[in-house]
């Protein structure tokens, strides 16, 4: 699994990071009464690379407009300087005694500065980078909150006019920020969430056109026409609040992924542990400003508790998030006092002070979740569909093991998704999805009876099992697109999509 989440990061620091093993080893060397080497010419090298780099980093300081940039970068930079002075001090000291244990220390936390410094510096750039792709991504946003207001051709006309240079924007920008990623999965989301904005924007469109002319017209259909204009701007909203979220990943768990509810938990909770000590810092200093590590690590850390509370037991559910609230409204007030310079007040030190309790309260009312989770042994769906599609598959993958009936609680759930949009589908359209449910519910129905048998791994399990993967796959592809189906299939030909699509928004 990659250590640095962008190639141009993972280019810089590794071979940093090897330095650093090296000098470990070395020391380890010399705590057997080996002597260390002189390190004189190669300090000398690393002292030199860190003026430039700390040059470059104040220069970037002075020219950016990004103001969580220019107050978390100067940090960075002390950190990586004082680790070259640390350096260039063991070098001495070690020239004059080979031996000395303290020179081997300072060595080893001199060199270690200089791979956090860097990292550190490295990472403050690549967040303003991401934030400026995030802005193009909140001006689209913006756009589509107004879909529902336009209600005619010439508004539509400077609708498509206005949005489609942010989207094109959006796209290159998103596109190119995920080839520089080092984590396959984080990509992958970018790129499916991307194609998805990409088909529906076309669709979109055509609707907000389709619900213009029946409301001009004062014909029939007028409102279902509306529900499916918002029902696209809201997937485009849903697709561009992915990409952002994914943007802002700068770490991947393997178990990030796994449909299974307690392994989310559990992740979640070792998310708070890595930001409370941001969190706390933060919290002790009235000067700092908003926005920055600080202030993130607390949000992340409210983030990461409801989450939780998303899916733990419910008795769990309530204390987590009534606490997460409080913590909300008070880090906002915190935030407030400090923007208008009154972050040493009485006041301002006091709601510090409370919210750093009760982020101790909710870390141990999230342990207690996690705990009282573990122990019910009771997994629960995923709250999507594909979500549900990998515990389904994973159980199908071994229908004789005894997942709880988690794989088919998850299959009956997409049944149910299938059937709900299916209401809402067109005579041929309703009955091919109701038919393919009801497939899908049979199969399910004969595998349960042949697990119930202690014969879930036989031939004709096995049989079924393969059956149900691919009609679980059909399924999914069908519920996904029968919404675009739906709202063009009596409207539009697929040689307008492609024409709008080509022409008017890419």
């Not at 199908?396 to 998704?417: C, F, H, K, T, Y």
Request: aromatic share 4%.
């Amino acid at each position: 699994m990659p250590v640095f989440h962008t190639k141009t990061i993972e280019s810089i620091l590794e071979p940093v990071a090897q330095q650093v093993s090296r000098l470990v080893i070395l020391h380890e060397e010399a705590e057997d009464g080996n002597a260390m080497p002189d390190l004189e010419k190669p300090v000398f090298g690393v002292s030199r690379a860190v003026q430039n780099l700390v040059k470059v980093g104040r220069e970037t300081i002075q020219s950016s407009d990004d103001a969580i940039l220019r107050q978390d970068m100067p940090a960075a930079l002390q950190r990586v300087e004082q680790a070259a002075r640390h350096l260039e001090e063991a070098s001495g000291m070690l020239k004059a005694d080979p031996f000395s244990q303290p020179a081997r220390k300072k060595l080893i936390e001199g060199s270690r500065g200089i791979l956090q410094g860097t990292s550190s510096l490295l990472l403050c750039f690549d967040e303003s980078e991401v934030r400026k792709i995030i802005s193009e991504c909140k001006r689209v946003l913006d756009y589509l909150a107004v879909a529902e207001v336009v209600d005619s051709l010439e508004d539509l006309v400077r609708f498509v006019k206005d949005l489609s240079p942010c989207l094109s924007k959006v796209s290159r920008e998103v596109d190119g920020r995920q080839k520089e990623l080092t984590h396959q999965v984080h990509r992958d989301i970018l790129i499916r969430c991307l194609e998805e904005v990409k088909t529906l924007t076309p669709i979109l469109i055509c609707s907000m056109k389709i619900y213009i002319q029946i409301h001009a017209q004062g014909g029939k259909g007028g409102e279902e026409a509306g529900m499916n204009r918002d029902y696209l701007a809201q997937r485009m909203t849903d697709e561009l609040n992915e990409i952002i979220r994914v943007l802002q990943l700068t770490t991947y768990d393997e178990d990030e992924w796994d449909a299974d509810n307690l392994t989310g938990m559990k992740r979640q909770l070792q998310v708070i542990d890595s930001k409370m000590t941001a969190a706390y810092d933060w919290l002790r200093d009235p000067r700092a400003l908003r926005g920055g590590v600080g202030e993130k690590s607390v949000r992340g850390i409210l983030d990461a508790a409801m989450k939780v509370s998303d899916r733990c037991l419910p008795q769990d559910r309530d204390p987590i998030r009534k606490m997460t609230g409080d913590i909300y409204s008070m880090t906002d007030g915190l935030c407030e006092l400090r923007s208008a310079g009154q972050g040493d007040s009485p006041q301002a030190e006091s709601l510090a002070k409370g919210i750093e309790q009760k982020l101790a309260e909710l870390n141990g009312l999230v342990l207690r979740a996690v705990t009282n989770a573990e122990r019910s042994g009771i997994l629960q769906p995923a709250h999507t569909v594909t979500g549900r599609l990998e515990q389904a598959r994973k159980w199908l993958g071994n229908p004789a093991v005894d997942d709880r009936g988690l794989g088919q609680r998850a299959i009956s759930l997409i049944v149910d998704e299938a059937r709900r949009v299916a209401d809402g589908l067109p005579g041929v359209q309703k009955a091919e999805l109701l038919n393919l449910s009801d497939q899908v519910d049979s199969l399910l129905h004969q595998l349960g009876e042949l697990c119930r048998r202690g014969e879930g791994n036989s031939p004709a399990g096995q049989a079924i099992a393969g059956q149900l993967v691919a009609k679980l796959a059909e399924l999914k592809n069908k519920i996904q697109t029968a919404v675009i189906n739906r709202v063009v299939e009596d409207f539009v030909s697929r040689a307008v999509i492609y024409i709008i699509r080509e022409n008017v928004c890419w």
